[in-house]
């Protein structure tokens, strides 16, 4: 997720970002959302990928290796999309439901004062 940041500089428009989000969901389907999503990712989230594969690989015994995918695999689009997918969902969740994250404790100090 690193390698998204400082790459996009330009304001989005709320609604518009909705509009397209909705179309995308209406007319692709979920692995050609996923290739659209690694399509655009940066090179370096490609390059990340693979330095992780590569790194996992030399600590596998040589017998295990036969069961994983080869490394070009993990870098197709579909398969990038996956990965990012994965990483922002966990960020979020992190983020939004873990009772020690900060922005959870914030969240649940505000509801309690708008309760009163």
């Known amino acids: ?17 909705q509009d397209d989000a909705g179309k995308l969901i209406r007319t692709e389907n979920e692995d050609q959302l996923f290739t659209i ?6 090179s370096e989230t490609k390059n990340v990928i693979l330095r992780i594969d590569q790194f ?3 600590q596998l015994p040589k017998g295990d290796l036969k069961f994983l995918p080869v490394s070009r695999d993990r870098i197709k689009d579909e398969e990038v ?11 979020l969740w992190r983020s939004l439901c873990d009772p ?3 922005i959870y404790i914030k ?10």
Do not use: H
């Open 107 to 116: 969240l649940g100090f505000i509801m309690a004062l708008v309760s009163f």
């Open 1 to 17: 997720m690193a390698s998204f940041r400082g790459k996009f500089q330009e304001r989005f428009d709320a609604k518009e970002l």
């Open 100 to 102: 020690n994250s900060d």
């Open 81 to 91: 999309g996956k990965t990012v997918f994965s990483s922002v969902k966990r960020v």
């Open 56 to 58: 996992t690989r030399i």
């Open 37 to 42: 999503l690694g399509k655009y990712s940066p």
